[in-house]
């Protein structure tokens, strides 16, 4: 299978990497247009800062790019992000895929420290990414931004608020956890996501 993930200079592509490898995967990174629309899969990983990374998309042109692929997508963190219509971090308009706001948290208490970091419990799983899943998993985020839940959520969490853990629209998957980083049910995740089919 070819599997190729968008490079625009976001940190922590190396665990992606390697869990791909640890799959039998060797994947390319590539900003390259002709090699991501040409992918079997395609994943827009990373951690960073939302006005840099789309900055960095439109420049070469990958926003329309990644906008119009038609093979199953998956973005992971920021990723998840950059596919929503705005982010407030940066005060940026991003890809547009998903129609929802990227919201900062506002802690309520003493306890509630931002960015949000730590093995947090998934619920209200649906689609193919979550085949043989229970009811409820734990993953690992860390993150400052969050998606408000919307019609495109496939998976709730819980920190300061309910919000979205994963989210899907068409052939467009994401999760706002680090599958990379969760153990064997991350690691799932991404054998899940390399074989949902087109037209699922």
């Not at 039998?24 to 590539?30: H, N, S």
């Not at 939302?50 to 038609?70: E, F, N, P, T, W």
């Not at 980083?181 to 037209?199: C, D, V, W, Y």
Request: negative net charge.
């Amino acid at each position: 299978m070819n599997v190729a993930i968008v490079k625009y200079n976001a940190g922590n592509i190396c665990s992606v990497i390697n869990s791909l490898k640890r799959l039998g995967v060797e994947p390319l990174l590539t900003d390259n247009a002709e090699e991501l629309m040409h992918a079997d899969r395609v994943l827009l990983p990373g951690q960073g800062e939302a006005g840099c990374a789309m900055g960095y998309l439109r420049s070469h042109g990958l926003d329309r790019v990644i906008c119009d692929l038609k093979q199953p997508v998956l973005g992971i963190c920021i990723g998840q992000q950059l596919m929503c219509r705005h982010s407030d971090e940066g005060d940026v308009d991003c890809l547009g895929i998903f129609d929802a706001c990227v919201k900062r948290f506002a802690p309520e208490r003493h306890e509630d420290k931002v960015p949000a970091m730590g093995w947090n419990s998934l619920y209200n799983l649906s689609t193919p990414l979550f085949n043989g899943f229970e009811k409820k998993e734990y993953m690992y985020f860390i993150h400052s931004y969050y998606v408000p839940v919307c019609n495109e959520t496939i998976a709730t969490t819980d920190y300061i608020l309910p919000y979205s853990a994963a989210m899907n629209t068409r052939n467009f998957y994401a999760t706002q956890f680090h599958p990379e980083k969760s153990g064997k049910a991350g690691s799932r995740i991404i054998e899940n996501f390399l074989s949902i089919k087109e037209n699922d």
